[in-house]
């Protein structure tokens, strides 16, 4: 009865909520800011992708509060999985084997190749759809398929976590560099190349290197607490 | 035979709000956390679609610079932002959740919510000092006032 | 043109969000939401945003999906052939 009841309240809600989106101006959208992002991003961020200038350069300060709640949930997660002092979570911990011929062999293979693809999705971030959230997953999987297949061997824990709290350390900086500067707080500085280079946009290649390199080192530490 | 082509936002709205409204039975229906969960994700899900069509525009192209002569519109990037920000926040949440739910599975022994439920509540009223509520509609239990003492002149 | 195959995806979105909550193995509900975000990200490669495309496919299909899939196996409720025990 309980399950029949959720059920109908749900779809008679849907059939309310499309009737009242369809009424929307949706895909003939009044874009009043995203009309003038569109008109003034390459000119004033120098970066060939402007969903990366918006993210980083217009609405910087949310990529901020972004990077301050992964870092609150992976810290929470690991805190809340760290090995108990209690005798049987103790007891649970055996040790875990390697994986067979063929997780092992397609691991070697595929981590230089994910290390590589990672880096190049966070440096050209300006340039081609990327930037640091896609390719810092990625370069936290090319971690986890290698601890995938070797579960005895783990990066140290201690140079994951200050690798993730010197690039959140390198963010921050950049932006109160920019504050000392004489402008706001991330505004984009250096020199903005010519569009279309791959050292180009002032400092946003630099910021998203800081947020690949933090949301890497968080999402593989958190696999990591994970799997132990 | 010819059919008239079908709305492309009128689809794309079906499956936003579908997918908010089965996530929300799924929350509501579910007895095991994790699948809970799952149905948490679909919700997001189905809402940053709903985002992401409200920048979209008929006939644009993707708000990124190639070489060649911008000539077409451009769909909204302000949207898109706040999907990325909206997207990596909810993995964080789910890894988050499967944490808590390790925990609570080696602190109870089990995952499904109606047995959490009242052996969470006899372990706040064990710690409280009060005995277990019998019912949703008597949570004081079946005396909830203090009860008026009578003289001895009214009983005689 | 465009909004047939949105048809055919978005059809296909709905079926598997559905499975989500249907399927009694808990590996095979984590399958199907991994199968809502990878439909997820087509359709927003359609909608010519291909950065959220991206991060929806790195994220959604194959993160997530790890992540609940290791907090299955330290569940130890990872059950690949028969299920006994009912867990709606």
Redesign the interface.
Known sequence: M??LA??LF??G??AL??GL??QLP????P?G??QA??ER??GETGS?????S??LAY?GI??L??LA??FA??T??GL??APSIHAE?QARTKPRDDAGLVLRAGSDLLFPLLLAVGFY?VLHGHL????G??GG??L??AF?VSFLARPARQPSHVGVVLIEALAGAAFIGIGLAALLGGGAFLQPLLDQGT??QLVSAGSLPLLYLAVGLK?GAE?SG??A???E | MTMNPPDLITILIVGGIGLVAIGAVGMAVSRHLLRLVLALALAEAGVNLLLVLAGYRWDAVAPILTGAAVTRPMVDPVPQALVLTAIVIGVGVQALAVALMIRVREAYGTLDIRELKTRVEQDICGAAGIAPPESANAPGGSQPYPVPVTTSRESA | MMAWIALVLVALMLGAAVLVLLFDNLIAAIAAASVVSLLLSLLFALLAAPDVALTEAAVGAGLSGAVLAMGLRRLGLINLGKQEEPDA
Request: no cysteine; aromatic share 4%.
């Open positions: 309980h399950k959720s059920l749900a779809m809600l849907a909520l499309i989106a369809t949706l895909g003939m959208t874009m800011v995203g992002i569109l991003a390459p060939a992708n402007i969903v990366t918006v993210v609405r949310d990529t509060g972004e709640i992964l949930a992976a929470v997660a809340v999985l979570s999705i081609t759809p990327g930037g959230f896609q997953v990625v936290a999987a986890f569009l279309g949301v999402l958190l696999l607490h994970l799997a």
